[in-house]
């Protein structure tokens, strides 16, 4: 897994890289199966100030791309303490890897239970065949 990680309009400190990896790396368990299968991940990460003149608000922003094998995944979150948008965007990205790992999951099986259905005889239907709607 390779890790970009960008600072905008700060400087990024060391506790604040151990953070961000540490969060990223939690992500890795759901990503290291696709690595094993020769699969490619990038994540490119940044961290940084909206803007140096506002004191209150949401100030920090954090942005995250992950990239698998040709498709993205993106999440965002502005937040007023760093910690805190840093640990929105791994929800977010985890909730979405998830539903993304889960419905490639669901598709298959479905698919399984229609071949299998066909080969017994109780359906006629050729799900390589049929249309799409």
Same mark, same amino acid.
């Given at each position: 897994?390779? %890790?970009? #990680?960008?600072?905008?309009?700060? @400087?990024?400190?060391?506790?604040?890289? @151990?953070?961000?990896?540490?969060?990223?790396?939690? #992500?890795?368990?759901?990503?290291?199966?696709?690595?094993?299968?020769?699969?490619?991940?990038?994540?490119?990460?940044?961290?940084?100030?909206?803007?140096?003149?506002?004191?209150?608000?949401?100030?920090?922003?954090? $942005?995250?791309?992950?990239?698998?094998?040709?498709?993205?995944?993106?999440?965002?979150?502005?937040?007023? $303490?760093?910690?805190?948008?840093?640990?929105?965007?791994?929800? =977010? #990205?985890?909730? @979405?890897?998830?539903?993304?790992?889960?419905? =490639?999951?669901?598709? #298959?099986?479905?698919?399984?239970?229609? %071949?299998?259905?066909?080969?017994?005889?109780? =359906?006629?239907?050729?799900?390589?065949?049929?249309?799409? $709607?």
């Amino acid at each position: 897994m390779q %890790i970009n #990680l960008q600072g905008k309009n700060m @400087e990024l400190t060391e506790p604040i890289k @151990e953070y961000v990896l540490k969060r990223v790396t939690n #992500l890795g368990k759901l990503l290291s199966g696709i690595e094993e299968k020769g699969g490619k991940v990038m994540v490119n990460f940044e961290v940084g100030k909206s803007t140096n003149h506002h004191k209150g608000g949401d100030v920090f922003h954090t $942005d995250c791309l992950i990239k698998i094998d040709g498709k993205d995944f993106y999440g965002s979150a502005d937040k007023e $303490d760093l910690y805190e948008a840093i640990d929105a965007i791994k929800d =977010s #990205l985890y909730n @979405e890897l998830n539903k993304n790992k889960d419905r =490639s999951q669901t598709l #298959l099986y479905r698919g399984a239970r229609s %071949i299998k259905k066909m080969m017994k005889g109780l =359906s006629r239907r050729n799900p390589f065949t049929a249309k799409k $709607d």
